[in-house]
Nanobody, 121 residues
């Protein structure tokens, strides 16, 4: 079964740091662009950061300079390093892959189950 599995969420104090990981598991041959989204209570899901298969990155203005997205293609894993966290960063964080090639053919728009990050003031 092909799936995205996030880890690393938890409780952190404002000003602190946290790292998230998301691994694509299963029989997967290629992985396209990888994203981190987040959804805070009562708000719409928003794009936090994107990294292409070639390593180009893009960030939401609200996290620029504080968050860093990276990936390890060999491990089919995407990371999100979050520094100088603020209470407004509290949300469920989801990873997403736009397209992957698997033993059963291509999959598009694949999402993980989410991991909660709570930043206390």
């Amino acid at each position: 079964q092909v799936q995205l599995v996030e880890s690393g969420g938890g409780l952190v104090r404002a000003g602190g740091s946290r790292g998230l990981s998301c691994v694509a598991s299963g029989i997967i041959f290629t992985v396209g662009d990888m994203d981190w989204y987040r959804q805070a209570p009562g708000k719409q899901r928003e794009l936090v950061a994107t990294i292409t298969s070639g390593g180009d990155t893009n960030y939401a203005d609200s996290v620029k300079g504080r968050f860093t997205i990276s990936r390890d293609n060999g491990k089919k894993t995407v990371y999100l390093q979050m520094n100088n966290l603020k209470p407004e960063d509290t949300a469920v964080y989801y990873c997403r892959v736009d397209r992957m090639t698997t033993h059963r053919g291509p999959l598009i728009d694949v999402w993980g189950q989410g991991t909660q990050v709570t930043v206390s003031s």
